[in-house]
């Protein structure tokens, strides 16, 4: 692990406890742990309200079960902000309002930004998770289930890490990459599990420095850098180093 991810878990480990008002549980905003009712609207004013904070703060999902729609979670503030999700998140059946390009949940443009607590992200087959241009930032102790074609989707992040995350869909299903990279420079994976249909790591083209140690992966077809040449002013992968994982083939 570089120096960068190593920073990265001191942060988390002095940034997780948060007192007073910096904390923002989505339940204050109405949100409710049936299952049902969705909760995007909530998320969004209690994100609203951390990105006011003029120090670190926390949005908080706590425990129980929430349904939520297609969202961007991003946009300026004003001090590093934590996202704790305890519980789990089911994607919204509502699946009239999703875009498929856009992702389930999207983080985009967030710097020094921790996503952790041992919370549970459901897709139901909806859409993946994206992370677009997220840097200086840490996923940890999440698990992604059952998402649509990239369970993980990476665009333009740099100096990521994900720590403990565990990923998993049907072997039967096709398409099913547990985490895609694509034009991201710094990115760290350890210590997760990858369970899929197909690729447990792909990496796309313009990626660079990927360093994936300590990582189960299977059944599937393994890490892989893939489907380059297919379109123009792509760019170059470079600085890829893959130690001590575990691979388990796909029955066929």
Request: net charge negative; with cysteine; aromatic share 10%.
């Amino acid at each position: 692990m570089n120096i960068t991810a190593t920073s990265l878990l001191l942060l988390l480990a002095s940034s997780t406890e948060v007192f007073g008002d910096t904390i923002f549980y989505v339940t204050k905003y109405e949100a409710k742990a049936d299952g049902n009712t969705d909760i995007t609207q909530a998320l969004l004013n209690a994100w609203r309200d951390a990105c006011a904070s003029p120090v670190v703060s926390t949005v908080m999902i706590p425990d129980g079960t929430y349904a939520l729609g297609q969202i961007t979670i991003g946009g300026s503030y004003k001090a590093p902000i934590n996202f704790n999700v305890q519980g789990t998140v089911k994607s919204s059946m509502d699946t009239s309002r999703f875009k498929a390009e856009a992702g389930w949940i999207a983080f985009q443009q967030i710097d020094q930004f921790i996503l952790s607590y041992g919370g549970v992200f459901y897709g139901q087959a909806k859409p993946n998770l994206r992370f677009n241009f997220i840097t200086n930032s840490m996923v940890k102790d999440i698990t992604s289930r059952d998402n649509k074609q990239f369970q993980m989707y990476l665009l333009g992040c740099k100096n990521l890490t994900f720590y403990n995350v565990g990923i998993s869909a049907p072997e039967v299903s096709i398409n099913t990459d547990g985490i895609h990279i694509g034009r991201s420079s710094g990115f760290n994976i350890t210590n997760s599990t990858v369970e899929t249909g197909d690729d447990c790591v792909s990496i796309g083209d313009g990626s660079e420095q990927i360093n994936i140690q300590r990582v189960t992966c299977g059944p599937g077809y393994g890490i892989s850098v893939g489907s380059l040449g297919k379109c123009p002013n792509e760019e170059p992968v470079v600085g890829i180093s893959v130690k001590n994982c575990t691979f388990t083939p796909r029955m066929a």
